[in-house]
Structures are given as C-alpha cells and as structure tokens.
C-alpha cells in the first residue's frame, strides 16, 4: 500500500514560513505520520520552486545573486519545517533551479516543440512595467501585475507559447472525475478562462533558458537532446537586471549567445528568452518519485508505483495557473506515452487563510502581520503550535491567529502528561473498565476517521474528551485496561504532537519509539454503546426521550417507545394510527 502526501511547490522568500504556512504544512505531516502508522508506504516529499520572477526580483532589492538568495531562504524554510516537526524525505528534496533538474524542463520544452504544441509568434503580450517581462494572462489582475503590482501594457513582442488550447475540452472535462473543493472546480472552469495559449517565455535572466538556436539559414533549431541542459551562465551581482528593451539580461553575454546550427554547422545565436517559473513547477510532482534519476526526467516504474498523488495540498490561489498548467503538462505526457494517467491530482485540499489579530491577510509583504513559527515555539514548543493550528478551525476554514487562545491545548498537553504520571499501585478491576474500553475504542475510531477525513480539529477534541475521561476514572479502572488506553493514547497523540507522544511513550517505559509502533486498532462492538436515548414525538411534537438498548432494530425501538409511561401518557388511550421508528434515534407516533 502506498500513499503519495504531496504540498504545493513553495518558493522559498527571505521573510521565511508564517504561522499561516503552519496551516498546510502540519496538517499534512500529520496525514504522512498516519498513514506510516497504518502500515503504508508514504512518500511526503519537499523541495524549492526556485527559479522566477519573485525570486529575482527580491534578489535585485537586496543586491545579491538569486542562486545565492534562493539557497539561503530554502535553507531557512528547511530549517523551520524541521522546526515544527514535519518529516519530509529531505533524501528527495530537489530545486527547480538546479541544471540537474531544468535539464529536464527544456526537455518537457522539446517535447512539446516535437508535438506542435510549443511555438514561437509575434503578437500583442501583457508588458509589466516594473519588472520589464511579459506576462501570462493568468499573471494579471484588474491591469496590474500580480507580483510587483505595477501597470500591464501591452507590446507586440515574438514570444514562445504552449498551446494548451488544444486541451481545452480535455481540461474541463477532467474536473468531472476529480475531488477538490467546489469553488476551485468553478474558478478553473470559468478560467477554461476563455483559455488562451499560455505564453511561457521571459525576458528575465533567473529561468530556465529556453533550448532553441535562430539560424538565419535553417530558422529555429532545437538544441539537440545530448546537449541539455542549456546552462544558465553565471553573472555578477547586478548584471542580470533587465534591459527594458524587450530582451533578456542573457542577450548580452556574447559568449552564451553565439553558437553554431546543430543541423548546417553556421553561425546562429540562441535563444536569450528564459522559461516562466511556472513551467518548472508543472512537472516536479514526477520528478520527487526518483529525484537522482540521470537517464530520464523520473523512472517510469517509480511513477508507476507513486503516482497520481493520494492528497495535494495548498493554497486557492493557484486554480487558474499552476494546477490548470501541470494537469496540461500531464495530458501531453501521457499521449507521448510517458505516464499511465492523465490527472496528477485527483484529490485536492486547500487549506484556509490565517489572518493577523487585526484581521488583514496575515503576508510577509506585510512584515508588522506576521507571526512566525520560531516565535511560537520559543515561547511554547513545536507540539503547542502544531496542536493549536490543527485545533482552530477546520482545516478549510479562514482563521485570525490569537496568541492567548495557544494557552488551551499547553493546559490539555500537561493533562496528557498527568495520565502519564498517574500511579498505579493497585490492581483493580470494577465497572468502570467497560467504559474506558468503549471510551478508547470510540476515540481511535473518532480520531483515525477524522484524519482521513481531514478534520484535525475535531481529533484533537476527541483526544482532550479521552484524556480528561481517563483522569475521571484513574483510580476506579484496573491496570490491565489503564495500560492499555495510555498505550493508544500515546500512539493517537504521535502524529499530531510527535514530542509528547515520545515523552509519553518513555514515561509508560515503553521500548522503541513511538513512531516506529503500528497505529491502534478499534474494534466495532467494543465501541458500541449498551443504550441509546431515542427521542419520541407524539404527532411531531417531542413528548418524551426514552433509554432503551443501543442494539434494537426498528421493531423493538417503536416497541420500547410505546411502552414508556410517558408516552402512554401522552397517546391519552388513543391508538396510534401510525408508528415511524429510526432504531437508535427517533420514534414518531401518528395518533
């Protein structure tokens, strides 16, 4: 059994991760340790969207080299996802900048070249003014770019397309068989916005270059395959700022320009035009399935093991870019041939927004709104803050961050610890061991269904419920079952606050580490309770709530019902024309 737990490709910045990236990246790291638990083998991958405009532009403000910049930031976001617990494969971790990867990037290029599906045409483009590139339309908004926010004007300029028009019946129809959330369905269809080709060159210098050589005799060439990748050359600190010309930085570097025509052996000059980030991000999600592969962008077997991904998780955001383009790039994969599967993502899950105490976006372009995950686990731990994220809200619900709310799951971790404490000199067995069974069975029940489900607020309330049932009977329970239950409680606690489910896990002397145990079991009938209460109208009106046996069927329900005083009662000897019964939850007598 596998499980692919797949985070949308972040870009590592220089402000690093906000408690609201917490958001994303603990929910599914607890998903990742679950499904461990249970006996899967899970790949959890992470790695850096690298390359692109936000990433050089942030190095051209802080005059430094974007390889410089990205490799410091990413660094920070490793160092603070390690922070806050999450067991990523770092042995997977790739960066979209590195020539080992957009090797294989321009290779994806080639492919669509060789299929029609990638061209070169002069026409009218989105120009951003302030970073001095075209843009995509999906890079727009309300005439502004959505990166710098200066004016979009328009230029007639030769740029490279893709033609994901090609796809566009395929594209909508594909949202039919996926499982994401409505409003995300509903923007890409709209988006399916009147879809155009999607125009993937830049005039920027941090990107992948695009692998064609001009030759006035044999027009454009594809750099041929044995000599990919096309490397990125290194330039100094504030040579790589754009010309405002219309031309990548890369135009002037004569000795990366000019080269000879694979096909005549004349002189030609390559293309200086780099690759939108986007276009690196379309296809990462293969390449985490063998990411030191040399001969091929990912081993077809390994992609035939992993993929499609189980659960993606991230942001709304990216509904009309990023996961329209990696669903285009998969078709053409799988009509190559390459892939036996034609939606990298049939399972999406976007995570809800954080917002800062005085209610705005909580953004690192806002510095004064942000809170860090450093900050909150220096003052109360990695498990507090992952706790506390999971205990919120709903996993896709928006949320403003309140520091003083954290105090409520530290009070119910020191609770954890009390059980952990309890001392157990007596060897008792009394009436209430069926309970705390059937309260532990419950719970694991409650809890493994929730983290399948993704309700991690409600699993967390489930383990406080149990934890405070187990104080409540500490002394009246025999040792046999209060070990048993401390024994779940630490393996339930294991994904969600990996510290305290080890500290737990050694104070019970137990052997090994937690997080090597299998998850707990739950068994149905120990779960069940032995009564219900079964509420009873009277001509739909409630006259009367009746405890009855939790196993009687419709029959006996009704039965019961008619039986109770009070309901006698209330029929005043009338017979009823009428009895409707819902075993374990409703009896409705029509007189």
């Known amino acids: 059994m596998t499980y692919y737990c797949l985070d949308f490709f972040p870009y590592p910045s220089g402000a690093g991760l906000t408690v ?20 899967y083998d899970v790949l959890h991958p992470m790695g850096w969207d690298a390359f692109g405009l936000p990433a050089e532009n942030e190095a051209i403000r802080h005059g430094v080299h974007p390889a410089e ?10 160092r603070q996802m390690q922070l806050i617990r999450c067991t990523y494969d770092w042995d997977r971790e790739i960066n979209s900048s590195d020539p080992a990867y957009y090797r294989w990037t321009q290779w994806f290029f080639l492919l669509l070249y060789r299929r029609g599906l990638a061209y070169r045409d002069v026409a009218p483009v989105n120009w951003c003014t302030g970073c001095q590139t075209v843009l995509a339309h999906e890079e727009v908004e309300e005439g502004a770019c959505w990166r710098c926010g200066n004016r979009v004007i328009e230029r007639s300029l030769p740029q490279w397309w893709f033609r994901t028009t090609a796809y566009r019946e395929q594209l909508a129809a594909g949202l039919d068989d996926v499982d994401w959330p409505s409003h995300i369905t509903a923007m890409q269809r709209r988006w399916i916005a009147g879809l155009r080709d999607w125009l993937v060159s830049r005039q920027r210098y941090w990107g992948a270059p ?12 594809p750099v041929p395959e044995e000599e990919l990748p096309v490397r990125l050359p290194p330039l100094p600190t504030g ?32 293309e200086t035009d780099t690759m939108a980030g986007s276009v690196c991000s379309s296809w990462y999600f293969l390449r985490f399935a063998s990411p030191h592969e040399q001969r091929f962008a990912f081993d077809r077997d390994a992609v035939k093991y992993w993929l499609p991904a189980d659960l993606y998780a991230g942001g709304a955001e990216h509904a009309t870019g990023h996961l329209l383009y990696a669903r285009f790039f998969t078709r053409v994969m799988a009509d190559a041939g390459l892939i036996d599967f034609r939606e990298p993502f049939p399972v999406l899950r976007s995570q809800g927004v954080v917002h800062a105490s005085d209610g ?3 953004s690192k372009s806002r510095p004064e709104t942000v809170v860090t995950p450093d900050d909150v686990v220096a003052r109360h731990g990695a498990d507090a803050l992952r706790a506390h994220v999971l205990f919120i809200a709903p996993f896709d619900a928006n949320v403003t961050w309140d520091d003083s709310a954290i105090n409520g799951v530290v009070r119910w971790m020191e609770r954890v610890r ?29 809890v493994s269904g929730d983290i399948e489900a993704l309700k991690f607020n409600t699993a967390i309330a489930a383990l406080m ?3 405070s049932q187990m104080l409540d009977v500490q002394d009246q329970v025999g040792d046999m079952v209060w070990l048993e239950c401390c024994s779940a409680l630490a393996r339930m606690l294991a994904p969600f606050t990996p510290d305290l489910a080890e500290e737990l896990w050694q104070m019970l002397g137990e052997k090994g580490s937690v ?20 509420v009873v109208q009277v001509n739909g009106k409630v006259r009367a709530r009746v405890t009855m046996p939790a196993a009687s069927d419709d029959e006996q329900t009704a039965a019961l019902a008619l039986a109770d005083e009070t309901v006698a009662s209330s029929l005043a000897g009338r017979h009823p024309k009428r009895v409707i019964a819902v075993a374990g939850r409703l009896v409705n007598v029509i007189v």
């Open 418 to 446: 009390r059980v952990a404490g309890v001392d157990r000199k007596k060897n008792k067995e009394g009436k209430w061991d069926e309970a705390l069974a059937r309260g532990l069975h419950q719970t694991i029940g409650k």
């Open 515 to 534: 997080h090597s145990q299998p998850w707990p079991e739950w068994r149905e009938d120990l779960a069940a309770e032995e009564t219900v209460v079964v």
């Open 239 to 270: 040579a790589f700022e754009p010309r405002g010309d219309g031309r990548s930085p890369l135009a002037n570097i004569p000795e990366f320009v000019n080269t000879t025509c694979p096909q005549c052996g004349g002189s030609a000059q390559r």
């Open 69 to 78: 910049s990205t490799a410091r930031y990413a660094a920070n976001y490793k």
């Open 360 to 362: 705005r976006r909580m």
């Open 465 to 467: 419920s149990f934890t």
């Open 210 to 221: 695009i692998p064609i050589i001009h030759c006035p005799t044999c027009g454009i060439v």
């Open 20 to 39: 609201g990236h917490c958001r994303n990246y603990v929910p599914t790291d607890v998903v990742s340790r679950y499904y461990r638990m249970r006996g």
